[in-house]
């Protein structure tokens, strides 16, 4: 079997007393859609956020194909191989829709610059929707257009592994279904993902395996009907409105 895209090794973060995540692990496979589902509070951001180099884990290790990448600063990890949405979109509110995504390209990991970097550009905005936008301060965008140029963004690096942390939080139901079609599209094109997800008919559609977290544990793994039915996973999610 070839390498895993991404391992995460028993990944630890405690806050002060609060074990955040518990010794959590487990792989993902190249070209892999992988659901990281579970209640709120369960870690799920959290790690992503040590997968990312937001935060230093406590413990543990992460693996970006082989290499350990746990500890490392977010802008190396980016470099590396790893781009991501945050639940919180972060845009750069002074630059229009085009200069942000050219960020994406000549940060991140294979990098791009000048005419070069805006045609990727051009091309990534229409394909999130965003043709002809170029030019609008992000400012001005909706929560939703903001999404979209995040999501530009961190394709223009050509990431080894894309992270979305709750990229469908938010939309209606049209929006829903493009933006399960579009992360569709870009799982069939072969690109590893780790999807945070609280919208389950789109983890069912979506992935193909997932991983359940709860208070911090990983509860369960594998096929997504199979993990839901677990009863550990029914019983973490009783009383959550998101089940
Ligand atoms: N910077 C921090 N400092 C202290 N505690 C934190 C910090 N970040 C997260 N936590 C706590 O860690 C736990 C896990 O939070 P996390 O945001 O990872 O959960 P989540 O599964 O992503 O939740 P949600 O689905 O609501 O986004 C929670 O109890 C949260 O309050």
Not at 114 to 119: D, M, S, V
Not at 172 to 200: A, F, K
Request: hydrophobic fraction near 45%; glycine fraction near 12%.
């Amino acid at each position: 079997m070839s390498m895993p895209a991404l391992s995460v090794r028993v990944a630890r973060k405690t806050f002060g007393g609060l074990v955040a995540v518990n010794d959590v692990s487990f792989d993902v496979r190249q070209g892999e859609l992988l659901g990281l589902i579970g209640p709120n509070g369960s870690g799920k951001t959290t790690l992503l956020n040590l997968i990312s180099g937001a935060l230093k884990p406590s413990g543990g290790e992460i693996l970006l194909g082989g290499q350990p990448i746990g500890g490392l600063a977010a802008h190396h990890i980016a470099q590396k191989g790893v781009a991501r949405t945050f639940q919180l979109v972060r845009v750069l509110p002074s630059l229009d829709a085009e200069q942000n995504v050219m960020a994406g390209a000549v940060f991140g990991h294979r990098r791009t610059w000048g005419a070069e970097a805006r045609a990727l550009a051009r091309e990534l905005l229409h394909r999130v929707g965003l043709g002809g936008r170029e030019h609008v301060p992000v400012s001005a965008m909706t929560y939703i257009d903001q999404k979209r140029i995040e999501l530009a963004r961190a394709l223009a690096s050509d990431p080894r592994v894309l992270l979305l942390d709750e990229w469908l939080a938010g939309l209606n139901p049209t929006e829903l279904q493009v933006g399960i079609s579009l992360i569709d599209e870009l799982r069939r094109e072969g690109r590893t993902i780790i999807m945070v997800e609280h919208v389950m008919d789109a983890i069912r559609t979506l992935c193909d395996r997932c991983v359940v977290m709860s208070s911090g544990v990983k509860i369960a793994e594998g096929r997504v009907e199979d993990a839901l039915s677990e009863p550990e996973v029914v019983r973490a999610y009783l009383g959550d409105e998101d089940a």
